[in-house]
């Protein structure tokens, strides 16, 4: 269930690093989650940018300690390793996103699922740097036997998890980078900065305005990262997408998507190129674009209205890609140049 999250959105906008000059959009970016995130900003009077980028390095670096799976010694690593199955205390944060993620099982019937770890590695597309190959039908019954997020407990107050059993293994890839966005935001609007733009890897946010307009993102087609399909109107909302196209394998002509679901073990064979989603909370769009991904497009568009979500699906056709959306959706679409 692992995502790409490099190209899937291509951010619309010009921006000013300069500290000096008022009514400019101000830019951070740097590495982080081992993509790239970039911050947008406005500002009426001088600013001390390097302060603000010292600021936001330190809270991404705390959140991949806490949530990655690349990190040996991240809180979540920890956890992965232990064999413990009594409650084990962990930080406010990490206790939070899981129970988010919980949540969000729930919600989608099990096709979130943050204990599908064993097979995204048994798959070859996780952090144990293994090569990509067909397991055999007996490897993934056995990855399959402690994967289902029932497995895993959390209360919040105070913040601790279980696990059911010991060789339980938990990836938060699929919901990490949308709560980093969500952070960085929270971060920007208590300095003083309610305008601004977070993107990590695909994943963002936008709250308010860019000089009294609608920040404007794109989402790209999946086969050319650099051409857009269409362009958003943001205010006050988060955007995710999930898709297929850039983080696969091929082996005797058939391709095997990195997204892997919890319910067969395997890479999703449906015809979903990509789904973009766009909601309040950037974690909780990261989470559900994934599910969406994992249904494909017949049930995610009737899991999305059913639930009134604003979706919209690129669908693999036999000569080309269709697109469907929900009826909310549609006006997010900002029409002509």
Same mark, same amino acid.
């Given at each position: 269930?692992?995502?790409?999250?490099?190209?899937?959105?291509?951010?619309?906008?010009?921006?000013?690093?300069?500290?000096?000059?008022?009514?400019?959009?101000?830019?951070?970016?740097? /590495?982080?989650?081992?993509?790239?995130?970039?911050?947008?900003?406005?500002?009426?009077?001088?600013?001390?940018?390097?302060?603000?980028?010292?600021?936001?390095?330190?809270?991404?670096?705390?959140?991949?300690?806490?949530?990655?799976?690349?990190?040996?010694?991240?809180?979540?690593?920890?956890?992965?390793?232990?064999?413990?199955?009594?409650?084990?205390?962990?930080?406010?944060?990490?206790?939070?996103?899981?129970?988010?993620?919980?949540?969000?099982?729930?919600?989608?019937?099990?096709?979130?699922?943050?204990?599908?770890?064993?097979?995204?590695?048994? &798959?070859?597309?996780?952090? /144990?740097? !293994?090569?990509?190959?067909?397991?055999?039908?007996?490897?993934? /019954?056995?990855?399959?036997?402690?994967?289902?997020?029932?497995?895993?407990?959390?209360?919040?107050?105070?913040?601790?998890?279980?696990?059911?059993?010991?060789?339980?293994?938990?990836?938060?890839?699929?919901?990490? !980078?949308?709560?980093?966005?969500?952070?960085?935001?929270?971060?920007?609007?208590?300095?003083?900065?309610?305008?601004?733009?977070?993107?990590?890897?695909?994943?963002?946010?936008?709250?308010?305005?860019?000089?009294?307009?609608? &920040?404007?993102?794109?989402?790209?087609?999946?086969?050319?990262?650099?051409?857009?399909?269409?362009?958003?109107?943001?205010?006050?909302?988060?955007?995710?997408?999930?898709?297929?196209?850039?983080?696969?394998?091929?082996?005797?002509?058939?391709?095997?998507?990195?997204?892997?679901?919890?319910?067969?073990?395997?890479?999703?064979?449906?015809?979903?190129?990509?789904?973009?989603?766009?909601?309040?909370?950037?974690?909780?769009?990261?989470?559900?674009?994934?599910?969406?991904?994992?249904?494909?497009?017949?049930?995610?568009?009737?899991?999305?209205?059913?639930?009134?979500?604003?979706?919209?699906?690129?669908?693999?056709?036999?000569?080309?890609?269709?697109?469907?959306?929900?009826?909310?959706? /549609?006006?997010?679409?900002?029409?002509?140049?």
């Amino acid at each position: 269930m692992k995502k790409l999250f490099l190209f899937f959105t291509i951010l619309l906008f010009i921006s000013s690093c300069t500290t000096q000059i008022k009514d400019v959009v101000h830019s951070v970016s740097g /590495e982080t989650m081992g993509t790239t995130f970039t911050v947008k900003f406005t500002s009426q009077s001088p600013i001390n940018l390097e302060e603000i980028e010292s600021d936001i390095d330190i809270l991404l670096k705390r959140v991949n300690q806490q949530m990655s799976t690349y990190i040996p010694n991240s809180e979540l690593s920890r956890f992965n390793k232990s064999t413990d199955t009594t409650w084990i205390s962990v930080s406010d944060d990490l206790a939070f996103v899981i129970n988010s993620a919980q949540n969000i099982s729930e919600l989608t019937n099990g096709m979130f699922d943050i204990t599908v770890g064993p097979l995204v590695n048994l &798959w070859g597309f996780g952090p /144990e740097d !293994k090569p990509h190959t067909i397991p055999s039908e007996k490897d993934i /019954e056995k990855a399959k036997r402690f994967v289902g997020y029932k497995n895993i407990s959390v209360q919040l107050n105070p913040p601790a998890i279980k696990k059911e059993h010991p060789d339980v293994y938990c990836d938060l890839s699929a919901i990490a !980078k949308g709560f980093g966005v969500d952070k960085v935001s929270d971060y920007l609007i208590d300095k003083g900065f309610p305008n601004h733009l977070v993107e990590i890897g695909g994943e963002l946010k936008a709250n308010g305005t860019k000089f009294n307009k609608s &920040w404007i993102v794109g989402i790209s087609v999946p086969t050319q990262a650099v051409t857009i399909q269409e362009k958003i109107k943001l205010n006050n909302s988060s955007m995710a997408t999930s898709g297929d196209y850039w983080n696969y394998f091929e082996e005797n002509g058939v391709r095997y998507s990195h997204t892997i679901s919890p319910l067969t073990g395997k890479p999703i064979t449906h015809n979903l190129a990509s789904v973009t989603i766009v909601t309040n909370s950037c974690m909780e769009a990261d989470a559900i674009a994934t599910a969406i991904d994992v249904m494909g497009a017949a049930d995610g568009l009737k899991f999305a209205n059913d639930n009134e979500l604003n979706v919209y699906l690129i669908v693999k056709g036999k000569e080309y890609f269709e697109t469907l959306q929900t009826q909310g959706f /549609e006006k997010l679409i900002k029409k002509g140049k």
